[in-house]
C-alpha cells in the first residue's frame, strides 16, 4: 500500500524550510515554526523529510549548493582580484535582499562546519591558483588568507544580521579588498 499522495509540493515546503532555518537557525526552528513556514502539518513533514535533522539536512545541502556555485562562478574569473571583489560583492547584497533573511545560513549555524571548510578551501584553491598566475606574492600564506576572507565573510553575515546595510557590507568588502591588494604582486612592484 502506497499510502495517500502528498498534498503539497514538496520543493516549494523544502524552500520554506531553507528559508526558516535561515532566519532562526536549527535550534531556533521548532516543528511548529517549520510546519507554518513549510504550509504543511507535522505528519506531513515526517512522511516526507523523516525527522528535523533530515529536513535540515536537505535544506542546508540546498543552501550551500546555491551558495557555493556563486563562489565557483567567482573564482572562475580571470584574476584572484575580481574573484574576490565579486565573492565580497554578491555577499553584500545577497546577504541584506530583501526576498530573504539577513545573514547566511552557512556562516552563522554552528552544524555546519564541514561547508565553511568546503568554502574556505575553495577560497584557498582560488589564492593558490592567484599565486601561481602571478597575481598575489608568493610570500602570501593562502592557508591564512583564506582563512582571514572566511572571517570576513562571517562578519559580514552577522552584521547584516545585526541590521546592517548593504552599504554598511559593502564598506566591510571594500577594507577586505584593501589587504587583498596590500599582498598583491601590482602592490609588490609599486613599492
Avoid at 36 to 53: C, E, H, N, R, V
Avoid at 123 to 134: E, N, S, T
Amino acid at each position: 500500500m502506497a499510502g495517500r499522495p502528498r498534498s503539497f509540493d514538496r520543493d516549494a515546503a523544502l524552500l520554506a524550510a531553507v528559508e526558516e532555518f535561515w532566519r532562526s537557525g536549527y535550534d531556533g526552528s521548532s516543528i511548529a515554526r517549520l510546519t507554518a513556514a513549510m504550509g504543511i502539518t507535522a505528519p506531513s513533514l515526517y512522511a516526507a523529510f523523516g525527522d528535523k535533522q533530515h529536513l535540515f539536512d536537505e535544506a542546508s545541502a540546498l543552501y550551500f549548493d546555491r551558495a557555493i556555485a556563486a563562489v565557483d562562478d567567482a573564482t572562475a574569473l580571470p584574476t584572484v582580484e575580481q574573484a574576490i571583489a565579486r565573492i565580497l560583492d554578491h555577499t553584500a547584497h545577497a546577504h541584506t535582499g530583501p526576498t530573504t533573511p539577513p545573514g547566511c545560513l552557512m556562516l552563522t549555524e554552528p552544524r555546519l562546519g564541514a561547508q565553511r571548510e568546503t568554502l574556505r578551501a575553495r577560497l584557498q584553491d582560488r589564492l593558490d591558483q592567484g599565486i601561481r598566475d602571478g597575481d598575489l606574492a608568493a610570500t602570501v600564506n593562502s592557508d591564512q588568507f583564506a582563512e582571514f576572507l572566511v572571517a570576513v565573510l562571517r562578519g559580514m553575515s552577522g552584521c547584516a544580521r545585526d541590521g546592517g546595510s548593504t552599504q554598511d557590507l559593502l564598506n566591510i568588502a571594500d577594507t577586505a579588498m584593501t589587504a587583498l591588494r596590500a599582498v598583491s604582486t601590482a602592490a609588490e612592484k609599486s613599492a
